[in-house]
């Protein structure tokens, strides 16, 4: 069966892909084996961070390989591990203050506010203003404007000044976890239910069926309005 395709370059190398497959399935289609740059498949993991560039246009692109399907004359580099520093701390032993953040990551404070980061992020998070929230030593907008990043590292890959903005988000999403985000009550109930073994006869019934049955349930189950 004939297959229409669209040239791409994977590393300096053409290859025929058909237009329809993401950069990852072309890959592979391609005939790589990926080993790395490859995680969830879902948009998740942040593995397979990609710059790319299209014929005739100047701009450089940034994209998860696993959600962005092929475009004609791609010219693509995976960037599958990006070196970078993350500060060595346990949480347990860390206050939810601004100091903590600027003692950690003392080259917060370098941020140009050029908006590179921002440029370069494939879940289109404004990184430039949560680096700034991070300069004020606002955890919690920090935690809530980063909440989607999947630390892919494109943002620290084209900072001018070096930064790590995703592990800088990262500490404060965790210090905003820990420490400052109101606990919930339904939670903590839920916890003390599995713990007593409330499920155990409901996990029981559900691993005793197959996947019809399984189907059968789950289109039964409640949704709430
Ligand atoms: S493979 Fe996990 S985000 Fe693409």
């Known amino acids: 069966m004939d297959v229409d395709t669209i040239p791409v370059f994977v590393m300096g190398q053409r290859v025929e892909v058909p237009p329809t497959l993401t950069i990852l399935r072309a890959l592979e289609y391609a005939g790589y084996t990926l080993t790395r740059g490859v995680g969830c498949r879902a948009g998740f993991c ?11 246009d100047p701009h450089l692109y940034f994209a998860l ?8 004359e791609m010219y693509l580099a995976q960037i599958p591990f990006f070196p970078s520093r993350r500060a060595d701390y346990r949480i347990e ?6 100091a903590t953040l600027f003692t950690l ?16 992020c494939p879940q289109g998070i404004d990184v430039r203003s949560y680096m700034a929230a991070a300069m004020r ?18 943002c620290s890959a084209r900072c001018p000044v070096e930064e790590t903005q995703y592990n800088v988000a990262l500490l404060a999403r965790r210090l905003y976890g ?3 985000a109101r606990r919930s ?21 559900l691993r ?15 949704i709430e309005a």
Not at 46 to 56: E, M, S
Not at 113 to 119: D, E, I, L, R
Not at 185 to 205: D, P, Y
């Open 137 to 154: 030593g606002d955890l919690a907008a920090v935690a809530d404007a980063s909440f989607d990043c999947i630390a892919c590292g494109l």
């Open 105 to 120: 990551y003392p080259e917060l404070l370098r941020c140009l506010a050029c908006g590179t980061c921002s440029k370069a």
């Open 65 to 72: 390989a696993c959600q962005t399907v092929v475009r004609p």
């Open 178 to 180: 820990r420490y400052l």
């Open 185 to 205: 009550e339904h939670l903590a109930e839920r916890v003390r239910e599995i713990e007593a073994g409330a499920f155990h006869q409901g996990l029981a019934e």
């Open 46 to 56: 942040g593995a397979c961070a990609t710059v790319y560039r299209l014929k005739g």
């Open 93 to 98: 032993d860390l206050a939810a203050v601004p």
């Open 208 to 222: 005793a069926l197959d996947e019809a049955g399984l189907t059968s349930r789950y289109n039964a189950r409640d």
